[in-house]
């Protein structure tokens, strides 16, 4: 049972190249999330889903797109990479609402 | 908008003590509060969940209690060990359960 797997681990794009992270869980679980973790920051929410088909905005949607296909998959899409972009990214995902959400180990992203 | 502020100072105690970590937030009444415990370069992996019915929740050596007259969740970890060094993060589900915010986290530092 591999939980949340997320791909790449680490990646160095261009100011303004596009890019997809990768997410993926194998839990069935209907509710998925990305979020970005900043120095002195925290896990701030970019997009979230409620299931295949269903995807919101979190605090922090602006330059990233998602989309949910099937229940399994999840991916962040960066469509011009910027250099505020610079961050490390998990996915995240759980069974029901108000309940326990596994992570995956993160990518490392440097925009240049 | 929902805000949650955790002691960004680190805290640093002797092995053996009782830590306590505080998670103060605004601007809403969540049901639920959750805990998790991040390890550098990993993803945050969950503790406890409370309910605000609950007032206190235990787990082996952790203890989470919630006042939701005050808006403040306390953490504490007994017996501390140096293991326990890592930071410690807060989390509100929000909009009916469907995102979970997070605070910026407490380190914690354990010495033998």
């Known amino acids: 049972n591999a939980g949340v797997t997320q791909t790449p681990k680490f990646q160095v794009l261009k100011t303004g190249q596009s890019m997809t992270l990768q997410c993926a869980q194998d839990?069935?679980?209907?509710?998925m999330s990305w979020y970005r973790q900043d120095p002195g920051m925290g896990l701030r929410l970019i997009h979230y889903?409620?299931?295949?088909?269903?995807?919101d905005q979190g605090e922090v949607p602006n330059g990233y797109n998602v989309s949910r296909s099937t229940t399994e998959d999840f991916p962040l899409r960066l469509l011009s990479a910027a250099p505020s972009q610079t961050s490390v990214y998990f996915c995240?995902?759980?069974?029901?609402?108000?309940?326990?959400?596994?992570f995956g180990q993160g990518t490392r992203l440097t925009v240049v | 908008s929902q805000k949650i502020e955790q002691n960004s100072e680190a805290l640093n105690i002797q092995e053996g003590k009782t830590a306590t970590l505080t998670c103060n937030y605004t601007n809403y009444s969540p049901a639920y509060l959750q805990w998790y415990r991040q390890d550098p370069g990993r993803g945050p992996v969950f503790l406890l969940l409370i309910r605000e019915n609950e007032k206190e929740k235990r787990k082996e050596r952790l203890k989470v209690t919630f006042d939701t007259t005050l808006k403040q969740s306390l953490f504490h970890i007994t017996a501390s060990q140096p293991a326990d060094s890592a930071t410690y993060l807060c989390?509100?589900?929000?909009?009916?359960?469907?995102?979970?915010?997070f605070g910026a986290g407490t380190r914690l530092f354990v010495k033998a």
């Open positions: 839990m069935n679980h209907e509710y």
């Open positions: 889903s409620v299931g295949a088909g269903i995807t």
């Open positions: 995240a995902s759980r069974g029901q609402r108000n309940t326990e959400a596994f």
């Open positions: 989390a509100l589900d929000v909009t009916g359960g469907f995102k979970t915010i």
